[in-house]
């Protein structure tokens, strides 16, 4: 059993509260990226599961032993850095050894464990070469190796991939999925990047001011977001907002804006809706359609900007003043500064309080 | 689910070691310092009961008057303002010119293409480790031809000399850092050498000269070796006044004078070295980091 | 960088940076090469008060080997070299090591350390040579504290001189050492020490086995420049124990200077420079080479 259970935890650093009564369920096997700007606490919170932060209250609990006071090496983690974190000036293979040769190890079972991690992430060949000789793929295998070797349980990830090219992190990203899918170890990652988040994640967790926002799996968060902040940080582009009124009239409700409306009837609301409640209606660009054939319009609007992006476009109306970003076939031909209509899928869209942010 | 054990203890073994270290490190280094204070401020009295580490009893700056103003430093006994006024007269002339050639050197070097230069730049950087006494006696002679021999304007000229290897490579280290696209702009407006290194190099070179300064005040200041061979009988600067003052007085030797004669000579650098704080550092090891 | 101009501009911009590197152009050649080449003339010259220009061959080289001063000279300068470089090094990575540690008071303790690199040679050999005074010095005031048979007359002692110029030079200069190594710290990766804590690495073992091999170039220069500073010791000699009692304490440099100046022997000072000058060659071309090797390996990786 390898999940990590977080309770109540508070986090100071030089007297700043980072994080504060953070509670936290990590399930065994899973995948869960910690996802947020930069600030948000997401760091710290993961440097504090290893243990490399003390907290200043609270319990962690990895496998079912408490280890809120427990030194990083007897919490059974294991930890990949940004800058991998390799020691320069010794092999792969000492390097990968080097955390059970301190521990006392017997050098036939050190062997073993060194011969698993390397055929497991194919660094067979590079045992005898220095971290400077690697190439980033490579690195990052040994990284991850050093963790295996120490027949971790939990392996924490600190943004391994924020410094690398943008095709290199596509291709490393699949490789580490495919390493969870290999291992089913459970695996804490944090990010930045919404992208990595969606792709590797089983399940998302968003962190905002040291405060959990919302954690569920990729598609709830991002289909169906507590609050603006997540709905806005997931997506690329991000969510369309538009601030208008609910309105009911026999039975029905209506978002309205000056310039849109939207017939929101059948939106799963916690509470009943209130007549005239300032609120922000948030639709994806992917869930707004041009020109469209049957459906009535849920507005109009001029087309102020184009980009073309290969395989769709993006395509930018100005409302009023208001911007809408819509995502577009490839084959539309879109004309500048003319008046469009479009329409925009109810079943898909969320509504937010306007004052409080939150999903109504 | 049990009660957490509660904070480990950060007081380790390997702590306290640590700090044990540090502090017994620093004793060492202030010990000297401390002596040199108490024992200037002590009279003879006090000094001849042995007591090396006591405070003073009956604190007295009779000594420190004493070293400025009478101490016999050779053949006069004026004290050692003498060799205050003249370690001034040397380092502040010394200085500015060695800076100035530096800049220029590193300048030029960095952002003009001259056949020679990198070949004589090498050389250059070869000659900051060769022995002065491997160059003393022809320059003693050179400059003696030229009747600059024992007078201020030929010490501060050995000095310049010395010191341009280490300024040149301060200089152009920091050139090598500027982006050439602001040379090569300023040569578009019409920029010539000299305006430019005037104009625009010059101004924005002020961390790294501040850096040469605190460098070069303290190493003219603190020099024996080329004082007193080329600064002449009426320039000496002070550190080989104060090695007169108290190495080759006979009678009672009165360790309180030369104490206090021993703090006023580093009080200048001393005070450099509080002030400059970090930019000491730089100037250490960007003097250590050879090319 | 050739900027579209006219050509006489062009070659009138050339003809001032040439101007302007003139005097670096005079000095090296004038003063490092030729003031170098002339002392290794004169050192095959019967040179007395004044160089004559006479070829003797390598006489002044025999006889200078068959000075005992100078052969004495060269003894003590190995004993200091030896035992000053590596008390320097050792007490100079112990302390830029602890210091890293965030300690409180680490600005202070710094200032602390590198301040006596700021005074002068000969300032530290008069504050060293009072507190070593047999009568008045450490060795008394230990005595009054109770301990009457303590004996720390180092400084008048034949044999043990050279080791109060040692205890002096190394209380100047390892902070030039803490200095250089600081730096060198600074440039190694924060995270690894991190990852060292998850490997359950111990810190002593951590800086023994990761901080100090990444701290060969470091140690290279600061070994380089103690080095060089031992062969060219000479302030703290004349101002601490003016080389005694008697040749106790004599040095190469200082050897050198009592016969151009004091006791004329200019041919002889000459060869013995030239010595000087080997030796610092020899110590130097090693490091350069491998300081060149190494960033050719660097810029291929």
């Given at each position: 059993m390898?999940n990590?259970?977080i309770?109540a935890?508070d986090i100071?650093?030089s007297?700043?509260?980072?994080?504060?009564?953070?509670?936290?369920d990590?399930r065994?096997?899973?995948?869960l990226?910690?996802?947020?700007?930069s600030?948000?606490g997401?760091?710290t919170?993961?440097?504090?599961?290893a243990g490399?932060i003390?907290?200043?209250?609270?319990?962690?609990?990895?496998?079912?032993?408490?280890?809120?006071?427990?030194?990083?090496?007897?919490?059974g983690?294991?930890?990949?850095?940004?800058?991998y974190a390799?020691?320069?000036?010794m092999t792969?293979?000492?390097?990968?050894?080097f955390?059970?040769r301190?521990?006392g190890?017997?050098?036939a079972e050190?062997?073993?464990?060194v011969e698993?991690?390397?055929?497991?992430?194919q660094?067979?060949e590079?045992?005898?070469r220095?971290?400077?000789q690697?190439s980033?793929?490579?690195r990052?295998?040994v990284?991850?190796?050093?963790?295996?070797?120490?027949?971790a349980?939990v392996?924490?990830f600190d943004?391994?991939?924020s410094?690398?090219?943008a095709?290199?992190r596509?291709?490393?990203?699949?490789?580490l999925?495919q390493?969870h899918?290999?291992?089913?170890a459970?695996?804490?990652y944090?990010?930045?990047?919404?992208v990595?988040a969606?792709?590797?994640?089983s399940?998302?967790?968003?962190?905002?001011?040291?405060q959990?926002?919302?954690i569920?799996?990729?598609a709830?968060?991002?289909?169906?977001?507590v609050n603006?902040?997540?709905?806005?940080?997931?997506g690329?582009?991000?969510?369309?907002?538009?601030?208008?009124?609910?309105?009911?009239v026999?039975?029905?409700?209506?978002f309205?804006?000056?310039?849109?409306?939207?017939?929101?009837?059948?939106?799963?609301?916690?509470?009943?809706p209130?007549?005239?409640l300032?609120?922000?209606?948030?639709?994806?660009?992917?869930?707004?359609?041009?020109?469209?054939p049957?459906?009535?319009?849920?507005?109009?609007?001029?087309?102020?900007?184009v980009?073309?992006m290969g395989?769709?476009?993006?395509v930018?109306?100005?409302a009023?003043?208001?911007?809408?970003a819509?995502?577009?076939?490839a084959q539309?031909?879109?004309?500048?500064?003319r008046?469009i209509?479009?329409?925009i899928?109810?079943?898909?869209?969320?509504?937010f309080e306007?004052s409080?942010?939150?999903?109504? | 689910?049990?009660?957490?054990?509660g904070?480990?203890?950060?007081?380790?073994?390997?702590r306290v070691g640590?700090y044990?270290l540090?502090?017994?490190?620093?004793?060492?280094?202030l010990?000297?310092?401390?002596?040199?204070?108490a024992?200037?401020l002590?009279p003879?009295?006090e000094?001849?009961l042995?007591?090396?580490?006591?405070l003073p009893?009956?604190?007295?700056?009779?000594?420190?008057?004493?070293?400025?103003?009478?101490?016999?430093?050779g053949?006069?006994?004026?004290g050692i303002?003498?060799?205050?006024?003249?370690?001034?007269k040397?380092?502040?002339?010394?200085?500015?010119?060695?800076?100035?050639?530096?800049a220029?050197?590193?300048?030029?070097?960095?952002?003009?293409?001259?056949?020679?230069?990198g070949?004589?730049?090498g050389?250059l950087m070869?000659?900051?480790?060769v022995?002065?006494?491997?160059m003393m006696?022809?320059?003693?002679?050179a400059?003696?031809?030229?009747?600059?021999?024992g007078?201020?304007?030929?010490?501060?000229?050995?000095?310049?000399?010395?010191?341009?290897?280490?300024m040149?490579?301060?200089?152009r280290?920091y050139y090598?850092?500027?982006p050439?696209?602001?040379?090569?702009?300023?040569?578009?407006?019409?920029?010539?050498?000299?305006?430019i290194?005037?104009?625009?190099m010059?101004?924005?070179s002020l961390?790294?000269i501040a850096?040469?300064?605190?460098?070069?005040?303290?190493n003219?200041?603190?020099?024996?070796?080329l004082?007193?061979?080329?600064?002449?009988?009426?320039?000496?600067?002070?550190?080989?006044?104060?090695?007169?003052?108290?190495?080759?007085?006979?009678g009672?030797r009165?360790y309180?004078v030369?104490m206090?004669?021993?703090?006023?000579?580093s009080?200048?650098?001393l005070?450099v070295?509080l002030m400059?704080?970090?930019?000491?550092?730089r100037g250490i090891t960007?003097?250590a980091v050879k090319? | 960088?050739?900027?579209?101009?006219q050509?006489?501009?062009?070659?009138r911009?050339?003809?001032?940076?040439q101007?302007?590197l003139?005097p670096?152009?005079?000095?090296?050649?004038?003063?490092?090469?030729g003031t170098?080449?002339w002392?290794?003339?004169?050192?095959?010259?019967?040179s007395?008060?004044?160089?004559?220009?006479?070829?003797?061959?390598?006489?002044?080289?025999?006889r200078?080997f068959?000075t005992?001063?100078?052969?004495?000279s060269?003894?003590?300068?190995?004993?200091f070299?030896v035992?000053?470089?590596a008390?320097?090094?050792?007490?100079g990575?112990?302390l830029?090591?602890?210091?890293d540690?965030?300690v409180?008071?680490?600005n202070a303790?710094r200032?602390?350390?590198?301040?006596?690199?700021?005074?002068?040679f000969?300032?530290t050999g008069?504050v060293?040579?009072w507190?070593?005074?047999p009568?008045?010095?450490i060795?008394s005031?230990?005595?009054?504290?109770?301990?009457?048979?303590f004996?720390?007359?180092?400084i008048?002692?034949?044999?043990?001189?050279?080791?109060?110029l040692?205890i002096?030079?190394v209380?100047q200069?390892?902070g030039?050492?803490?200095?250089?190594?600081l730096?060198g710290?600074?440039?190694?990766?924060?995270a690894?020490w991190?990852?060292?804590r998850?490997?359950?690495?111990?810190?002593?073992?951590?800086?023994?086995?990761?901080v100090l091999?990444?701290l060969g170039p470091?140690f290279?220069?600061?070994?380089?420049?103690?080095?060089?500073?031992v062969?060219?010791?000479?302030?703290?000699?004349v101002?601490?124990?003016?080389g005694?009692?008697?040749?106790?304490s004599e040095?190469?440099a200082?050897?050198?200077?009592d016969?151009?100046?004091t006791?004329?022997?200019?041919?002889?000072a000459?060869?013995?420079?030239t010595?000087?000058l080997?030796?610092?060659?020899?110590l130097?071309?090693?490091w350069?080479?491998?300081r060149?090797?190494?960033?050719?390996r660097e810029?291929?990786?």
């Amino acid at each position: 059993m390898s999940n990590v259970i977080i309770e109540a935890l508070d986090i100071q650093l030089s007297g700043v509260s980072i994080i504060s009564q953070l509670d936290l369920d990590v399930r065994s096997g899973e995948f869960l990226v910690l996802l947020g700007p930069s600030g948000c606490g997401k760091s710290t919170l993961l440097h504090s599961i290893a243990g490399l932060i003390d907290a200043h209250g609270g319990r962690i609990e990895i496998g079912g032993k408490d280890v809120t006071w427990a030194d990083p090496k007897d919490r059974g983690i294991g930890m990949v850095f940004q800058s991998y974190a390799l020691y320069p000036t010794m092999t792969v293979e000492k390097n990968l050894s080097f955390g059970p040769r301190i521990a006392g190890v017997a050098r036939a079972e050190i062997a073993r464990r060194v011969e698993r991690a390397a055929t497991m992430l194919q660094l067979n060949e590079l045992l005898q070469r220095k971290p400077a000789q690697l190439s980033g793929g490579q690195r990052q295998r040994v990284a991850i190796g050093r963790a295996l070797v120490r027949e971790a349980a939990v392996f924490l990830f600190d943004e391994p991939l924020s410094n690398l090219d943008a095709k290199l992190r596509a291709e490393l990203r699949r490789e580490l999925k495919q390493l969870h899918k290999q291992l089913g170890a459970t695996m804490i990652y944090v990010t930045h990047d919404q992208v990595e988040a969606m792709t590797l994640a089983s399940r998302i967790a968003v962190m905002r001011s040291g405060q959990i926002q919302q954690i569920d799996t990729p598609a709830t968060v991002y289909n169906r977001p507590v609050n603006m902040f997540v709905a806005g940080f997931l997506g690329a582009p991000s969510m369309n907002f538009v601030e208008g009124r609910l309105e009911r009239v026999n039975g029905d409700t209506h978002f309205v804006a000056p310039t849109l409306h939207v017939d929101v009837s059948a939106y799963p609301f916690v509470n009943p809706p209130q007549h005239n409640l300032p609120t922000v209606l948030g639709v994806r660009p992917e869930h707004i359609a041009l020109s469209p054939p049957s459906a009535a319009p849920a507005g109009r609007a001029t087309i102020a900007l184009v980009e073309p992006m290969g395989s769709n476009q993006i395509v930018w109306l100005d409302a009023q003043g208001v911007s809408l970003a819509v995502e577009a076939d490839a084959q539309f031909t879109p004309a500048l500064d003319r008046a469009i209509a479009f329409a925009i899928d109810a079943a898909q869209v969320s509504l937010f309080e306007r004052s409080s942010q939150q999903r109504l | 689910m049990s009660a957490p054990p509660g904070r480990p203890s950060r007081i380790t073994p390997a702590r306290v070691g640590l700090y044990a270290l540090l502090v017994s490190s620093a004793v060492f280094f202030l010990l000297p310092l401390y002596v040199m204070l108490a024992t200037s401020l002590k009279p003879m009295e006090e000094i001849r009961l042995g007591q090396l580490f006591a405070l003073p009893l009956h604190v007295t700056i009779e000594p420190w008057r004493q070293a400025w103003s009478t101490a016999c430093t050779g053949l006069e006994c004026r004290g050692i303002q003498v060799g205050f006024w003249n370690s001034v007269k040397i380092a502040v002339p010394s200085t500015v010119a060695s800076i100035f050639f530096g800049a220029l050197n590193g300048y030029a070097l960095s952002f003009w293409r001259v056949r020679w230069a990198g070949a004589l730049f090498g050389v250059l950087m070869f000659g900051a480790f060769v022995p002065y006494q491997v160059m003393m006696y022809p320059l003693v002679r050179a400059l003696a031809s030229v009747d600059l021999f024992g007078t201020l304007t030929g010490i501060v000229l050995i000095h310049t000399v010395f010191g341009m290897p280490v300024m040149t490579l301060l200089f152009r280290n920091y050139y090598a850092g500027v982006p050439s696209e602001l040379f090569k702009a300023a040569r578009i407006d019409g920029g010539g050498f000299w305006r430019i290194f005037f104009q625009l190099m010059l101004p924005m070179s002020l961390p790294i000269i501040a850096v040469a300064v605190i460098m070069q005040l303290t190493n003219i200041w603190n020099d024996f070796l080329l004082g007193l061979v080329f600064a002449g009988r009426e320039n000496l600067p002070m550190t080989v006044q104060l090695n007169n003052v108290i190495n080759t007085t006979t009678g009672e030797r009165l360790y309180n004078v030369n104490m206090a004669a021993t703090v006023l000579t580093s009080l200048l650098p001393l005070a450099v070295y509080l002030m400059s704080g970090r930019w000491f550092i730089r100037g250490i090891t960007a003097g250590a980091v050879k090319g | 960088m050739r900027v579209g101009t006219q050509p006489a501009a062009r070659r009138r911009r050339a003809v001032a940076a040439q101007l302007a590197l003139l005097p670096m152009a005079i000095t090296v050649l004038g003063v490092y090469i030729g003031t170098v080449l002339w002392s290794v003339r004169i050192s095959f010259s019967s040179s007395k008060i004044f160089p004559t220009n006479d070829f003797v061959g390598l006489a002044q080289y025999q006889r200078l080997f068959n000075t005992e001063r100078w052969i004495v000279s060269l003894q003590h300068i190995v004993v200091f070299g030896v035992l000053f470089i590596a008390a320097c090094l050792v007490l100079g990575f112990l302390l830029a090591v602890f210091l890293d540690q965030r300690v409180r008071g680490e600005n202070a303790l710094r200032t602390v350390f590198l301040y006596p690199y700021a005074m002068s040679f000969v300032a530290t050999g008069l504050v060293w040579q009072w507190m070593l005074n047999p009568e008045l010095g450490i060795q008394s005031t230990v005595r009054a504290l109770g301990l009457p048979g303590f004996e720390f007359d180092w400084i008048v002692s034949q044999d043990k001189v050279i080791y109060t110029l040692v205890i002096a030079a190394v209380w100047q200069a390892s902070g030039l050492v803490v200095a250089v190594l600081l730096a060198g710290l600074r440039g190694i990766d924060e995270a690894l020490w991190n990852a060292a804590r998850i490997d359950g690495v111990p810190r002593w073992r951590y800086t023994l086995s990761v901080v100090l091999p990444q701290l060969g170039p470091a140690f290279g220069t600061a070994f380089v420049l103690l080095a060089v500073g031992v062969v060219k010791v000479y302030d703290v000699v004349v101002a601490m124990t003016q080389g005694g009692p008697g040749n106790a304490s004599e040095v190469p440099a200082k050897f050198i200077m009592d016969n151009l100046f004091t006791r004329a022997n200019v041919g002889l000072a000459s060869a013995a420079s030239t010595v000087m000058l080997l030796t610092v060659l020899a110590l130097l071309l090693p490091w350069w080479y491998g300081r060149s090797v190494q960033s050719r390996r660097e810029a291929r990786a």
